[in-house]
């Protein structure tokens, strides 16, 4: 009686909520695990839920699961909007039961925050866990992902079938030897180098014997192909890889375990290649049929307001997230920029909304993130917006982009106005997480209308 309690309290608050022209994806949720602590695993569960965590890419591998899912006609519950903290997974699963707490979908597709697994998975017990990758996160809220792979292990259930990303030595280690498990990866690819370079690499000896390792491929902070030349150690074997990209055709070949398959390319930036091959590798293992799977990529996309790319009389605007406070996210964001071959100009506008409100003075993370790729002369802009704009300038200035290039306005949004639009191929919109919409948007929709003005 308590769970049905429960469940109707946090239903009519989220009508409520919605009432008040609020989306109620956290409130409910937070209401029940005051009223019922242990709802998460008292509720009823959809036949099939799936969990998705990592350092960066979850929304994005969340979102395309749900629509490759409802593709196939199934009802799919998910947090779309990235409410993934208890609350918020709770708020999911209450809402997908009826009133008398029935499953009324057929599956849960859940988006976890890492740092909330132990709050998590015991009660939700996923058949499925995928972990893009353990990588360095915000300063002020995260530690060594070494730690947080020990918090998620440490709450799995010996049941749940693991997805790892084969390429990250700390991903690829969770739970174990009695969770079943698959690995995919992405295999070498021309911009891949023998050793590591960069400002932030995690990994170096071999969690064996202690001895350097040395890379068959290294591509980012500690993600690449490992092998132990001391005691044979090596990065785990992927049954499912990605490989041929064809950024040009848009296509890419996927190898699912033991079948290759050609499919399309759903976004040619590095970290929409690891998710696609992570849904594809998800997909066969729920039992989809592997036409249905390179089917799938002609129709999903990852969300607009993670990557977007249009063309507007004859200049390509790309809108890319770019997670202020994770310096390896942003480092893979300028990777992106600098692989366009065209003349280009960016307005960066990284800043969180926490900056704003809370004064953060930590900005040891713009140390972290790999502002070199902006230092090439194909760049003739950067218009810096924000209030840690000096701090950001600075960065590019010692990264080696010649000042003379780099602008600071302390609007966001007023850097769409500063930005020399005259003779660019490529004009890039960077935007953080949680001003994706006040400002990504804004900044996406003054670019659009003064390239649409060019004659």
């Not at 009508?15 to 709802?39: E, M, N, Q, S, Y």
């Not at 859940?110 to 709050?119: G, I």
């Not at 490989?243 to 296509?251: F, G, L, P, Q």
């Not at 006040?438 to 649409?452: D, K, M, N, Y």
Request: charged letters at 20%; one cysteine or more.
């Amino acid at each position: 009686m308590r769970v049905l309690l429960t469940i109707w309290v946090a239903k009519l608050a989220g009508l409520a909520i919605r009432v008040l022209g609020r989306a109620g994806t956290h409130t409910p949720g937070l209401i029940a695990r005051k009223l019922h602590p242990g709802i998460i695993g008292a509720l009823r569960h959809p036949s099939r839920v799936i969990a998705v965590t990592g350092t960066n890419g979850k929304t994005t591998v969340s979102n395309l699961l749900t629509d490759a899912l409802e593709a196939q006609g199934l009802t799919v519950a998910s947090n779309r909007n990235g409410s993934n903290i208890a609350a918020g997974v709770a708020s999911l699963l209450i809402g997908a039961v009826s009133w008398t707490g029935k499953p009324r979908v057929d599956v849960a597709v859940v988006e976890m925050d890492e740092r909330s697994a132990r709050l998590i998975l015991p009660g939700l017990a996923p058949e499925v866990l995928v972990c893009m990758n353990l990588t360095r996160d915000s300063i002020k809220r995260n530690a060594h992902p070494d730690y947080i792979a020990w918090i998620l292990s440490s709450a799995l259930s010996e049941s749940t079938s693991l997805v790892l990303n084969a390429d990250d030595l700390i991903a690829s280690s969770l739970g174990t030897d009695n969770n079943p498990r698959v690995y995919f990866a992405v295999d070498r690819l021309p911009s891949d180098s023998d050793r590591p370079s960069g400002a932030a690499v995690d990994v170096g000896i071999c969690p064996v014997c202690d001895h350097t390792l040395d890379w068959d491929y290294w591509r980012f902070n500690h993600i690449g192909r490992v092998r132990c030349p001391n005691c044979g150690f090596r990065s785990p074997e992927a049954a499912y890889r990605a490989h041929s990209v064809d950024a040009e055709r848009s296509r890419v070949t996927l190898e699912l375990d033991g079948e290759s398959r050609e499919a399309r390319l759903i976004n040619a930036n590095i970290v929409n290649v690891y998710n696609e091959i992570a849904v594809a590798a998800v997909l066969d293992r729920i039992g989809l049929q592997r036409d249905a799977i390179v089917e799938v990529f002609d129709h999903i996309q990852p969300p607009t307001t993670r990557s977007a790319v249009e063309e507007i009389n004859g200049v390509k605007l790309v809108r890319l997230l770019t997670k202020g406070l994770v310096g390896v996210a942003c480092s893979r964001s300028f990777e992106h920029v600098a692989s366009f071959l065209g003349r280009k100009a960016i307005v960066l506008t990284v800043d969180e909304v926490s900056e704003r409100v809370t004064d953060v003075e930590n900005t040891a993370w713009i140390y972290d993130a790999d502002y070199e790729y902006l230092a090439d002369d194909s760049i003739s802009q950067i218009v810096v917006g924000g209030v840690r704009r000096h701090d950001h300038a600075l960065r590019l200035a010692i990264a080696g982009v010649d000042p003379a290039r780099i602008v600071t306005i302390e609007s966001e949004t007023g850097a769409a106005d500063r930005l020399d639009l005259m003779g660019v191929d490529d004009v890039f919109n960077l935007h953080s997480v949680h001003n994706a919409v006040s400002t990504g948007t804004v900044v996406q929709e003054r670019l659009r209308a003064r390239l649409g003005e060019i004659s």
